[in-house]
């Protein structure tokens, strides 16, 4: 429950990379603010950014000046010369980056006088499904809160998170999607070595993905309830899901994430601590 509404439809939004993720950004975001500027270097990147709904352009500082809210959607290694560029057009405004890795205190530091904030979408947001964790400091005015809130909502559901959450969220949340995919993947593979056809079954394998989902989403109940609730005794169920403890595949699941999130520890320690280097700030206690 917010204080503010945020009304998104007067705002300019610069978003600074019209890549994979800021043209999900320029999709979702055209027409209900005022107006979308998009960034990038090549021209192909221009064009697609264009014909998605924003006013193209080659000035990361022109664009930054001309927002209220700029999104930072750059790969890490482009992202120091961008905060070079935008360092100075952005005080008072709403900065967001979207940049794996780099820490809040870090782009706080070259950015004086801009409200800043991290977060992390993923790649659902082409369908409004991203569940976009946004990093809490505590101190943020309600109504740059409730700007952050409304933009992010065109992407899917937003969760305030403690910052130090974004690097497993990353290996959870971010890296999900290719998880769910593997996971449908091995399903549908199964049937077709039972011999049904492939088009058919990956079909039904989603229609019980999304359903279940929808299922589990609908209630407040454990999954292991829905789990028990189609597991007839000596039926089909209880003999796959033996196969499930055979095999290790829940174990395997846990352990995935953990060494995803793992992961994203280690690459976000890095890539701030060689942004901070690109920088010229000073290295920061671990
Ligand atoms: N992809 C995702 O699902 C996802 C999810 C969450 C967060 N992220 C984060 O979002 C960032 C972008 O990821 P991505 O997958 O969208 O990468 P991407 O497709 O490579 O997009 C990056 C874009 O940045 C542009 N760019 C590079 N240097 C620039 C500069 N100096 N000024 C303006 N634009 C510049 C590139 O333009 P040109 O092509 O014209 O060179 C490119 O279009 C990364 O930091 C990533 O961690 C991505």
């Known amino acids: 429950m917010w204080l503010f509404q945020a009304d998104l439809s007067g705002l300019r939004v610069a978003v600074l990379g019209a890549g994979k993720i800021g043209s999900v950004f320029i999709e979702r975001l055209s027409g209900h603010v005022r107006e979308v500027l998009a960034t990038g270097r090549r021209p192909e990147t221009l064009a697609r950014a264009e014909e998605l709904g924003a006013t193209p352009l080659r000035d990361n500082a022109r664009a930054a000046s001309l927002a209220d809210v700029v999104i930072v959607s750059v790969k890490p290694h482009h992202l120091p010369e961008v905060l070079r560029e935008i360092h100075g057009h952005v005080s008072g405004k709403i900065v967001v980056s979207i940049v794996a890795g780099v820490r809040r205190a870090t782009l706080q530091e070259v950015l004086e006088g801009a409200t800043v904030f991290r977060a992390m979408p993923n790649i659902n947001a082409r369908v409004g499904g991203s569940a976009t964790a946004v990093a809490d400091s505590g101190d943020y005015d309600p109504k ?6 409304a933009l ?15 690097d497993p ?11 769910i995919a593997e996971i449908i993947d091995g399903l549908v593979l199964g049937a077709v070595s039972m011999g049904l056809p492939r088009e058919v079954v990956y079909r039904a394998v989603l229609d019980t993905l999304k359903a ?6 609908n209630s407040d109940r454990h999954p292991a309830v829905l789990r028990d609730e189609v597991t007839t005794p ?3 169920t209880i003999h796959g899901l033996k196969k499930f403890e055979e095999m290790g595949v829940k174990a395997a699941l846990m352990s995935v994430v953990e060494a995803a999130s793992v992961r994203g520890k280690e690459l976000g320690d890095a890539i701030d ?13 671990r």
């Open 144 to 149: 740059s809160r409730a700007v952050v809130e």
């Open 234 to 236: 000596a039926g089909t």
């Open 169 to 179: 969220w990353t290996g959870l949340v971010g890296s999900g999607p290719a998880y």
């Open 273 to 285: 601590a060689e942004v901070r280097r690109r920088l010229g700030l000073a290295r920061r206690e």
């Open 212 to 217: 279940t989902a929808e299922l589990l989403a």
């Open 152 to 166: 992010f909502s065109r992407l899917g559901s937003v969760y305030w998170v403690p910052e130090e959450w974004l």
